[in-house]
């Protein structure tokens, strides 16, 4: 070209070159980005989208194979924990089994009663009826004396009938008890309140006393 200009030559270009030379020229411009300004299709930085696309992807690979390692080991312990626990299938030895305490069952001994007390008894005909009710009880044991007590109680005293006056009524009270009742000019049973009348005869129960220092030895003491 410097030796043209000295010749005073100039050059001739086939029509339309230039053109030609100036489209070619922008299209290398838009394919070469950080050359000419900023292409259609990445950004002015010259970094190609497929490049952020492909470091991505790898980062998240890495990140993701970091993440699943505790996982793992997390599952590969589950079974080591299952395996101490249960018992393998095929063995003969079974877990222990706990049994249940004994229950104690508490037998307690009929109450016997004696040939002089079965004939006592017999002879009480006005308490017929309460000592049916009472013997019921002798095969619970201490329970017998336990139900003596409630039948044969003073409705007065609240206590076991001393000196026992069984009255028409069939209901026994101490001697003491009843007296006591007239002398306030009460002439019925202080039990049922039936009419007894004033001259009403106070007969001791001598059998029926006799039973109850048997079964309750020293209880008329004091009285």
């Known amino acids: 070209m410097e030796r043209t200009k000295k010749l005073g030559l100039t050059v001739q270009y086939p029509p339309g070159y230039l053109a030609a030379m100036a489209n070619k020229t922008k299209k290398e411009a838009c394919t070469r ?12 930085r010259g970094r190609p989208r497929r490049q952020r696309k492909i470091k991505g992807e790898k980062e998240e690979i890495k990140s993701a194979q970091e993440g699943e390692q505790p996982v793992a080991s997390v599952k590969e312990e589950k079974p080591q924990n299952n395996v101490e626990e249960k ?17 104690k069952v508490k ?21 017929k009826k309460l000592w ?14 336990r139900k003596m007590e409630q039948i044969f109680m003073c409705i007065c005293c609240q206590e076991l009938a001393f000196q026992p006056i069984t009255t028409i009524c069939t209901h026994n009270v101490c001697k ?25 005869i106070m007969t001791q129960n001598t059998t029926l ?15």
Do not use: M, W
């Not at 006591?180 to 019925?188: D, E, G, H, L, P």
């Not at 202080?190 to 009403?200: E, S, T, V």
């Open 87 to 103: 018992v393998p299938r095929g063995s003969s030895e079974l877990p222990p089994v706990v049994e249940p305490p004994s229950k």
């Open 209 to 223: 006393q006799k039973l109850l220092d048997q079964f309750f030895p020293g209880y008329s003491k004091g009285r």
């Open 107 to 127: 037998i307690e001994e009929s109450f016997v009663l004696s040939e002089q007390q079965q004939q006592l008894i017999r002879e009480d005909t006005a308490n």
């Open 132 to 145: 049916d009710e009472a013997l019921d009880s002798l095969k619970e044991g201490p329970n017998f004396l």
């Open 33 to 44: 980005p950080g050359r000419g300004g900023r292409s259609k299709h990445y950004s002015g």
């Open 176 to 200: 003491t008890c009843l007296q006591r009742s007239f002398r306030a000019k009460v002439y019925t049973c202080p039990a049922c309140r039936h009419d007894l009348g004033k001259d009403y």
